[in-house]
């Protein structure tokens, strides 16, 4: 559940800045190292198994997106498990916009300002 998870992430976040602060811990950095690369490694992983790869354009991101969420196999249900459990932080960092949408609404305030 999303608030859960949120809500231990809130409270590790409360207890590494304390323990920074307060009591001068630092991270190790082997740490530091061990936790970007098992984010990169599940990144790489989320890509292969949805067919996105760097330099796609947005268009293609969706099109691979889509075709991912129909996937079948253990890797697409767990990459699929895995993306629903981040899917408010993905949202607002690359917010779906839906471009017809956007132009309609966009062309209603240019008239509203006029």
């Known amino acids: 559940d999303f608030a859960r998870w949120v809500q231990t992430e809130v409270r590790d976040a ?8 307060d009591l001068g811990v630092e991270v190790p950095a082997d740490a530091a190292a061990d936790v970007r690369s098992r ?6 992983r989320w890509q292969k198994v949805l067919g996105i790869a760097e330099g796609m354009t947005d268009q293609q991101v969706r099109t691979a ?4 969420a129909s996937l079948g196999g253990q890797e697409a249900l767990i990459t699929r498990s895995e993306l629903r459990g981040i899917r ?14 956007a132009s309609s609404s966009e062309m209603r305030n240019s008239d509203s300002t006029r």
């Open 14 to 21: 409360f207890w590494a800045r304390a323990a920074r602060d």
């Open 39 to 44: 984010w990169l490694g599940d990144v790489a």
């Open 65 to 68: 997106a889509l075709r991912g």
């Open 88 to 101: 408010p932080l993905l949202r607002t960092l690359y917010p779906v916009v839906d471009e017809s949408l």
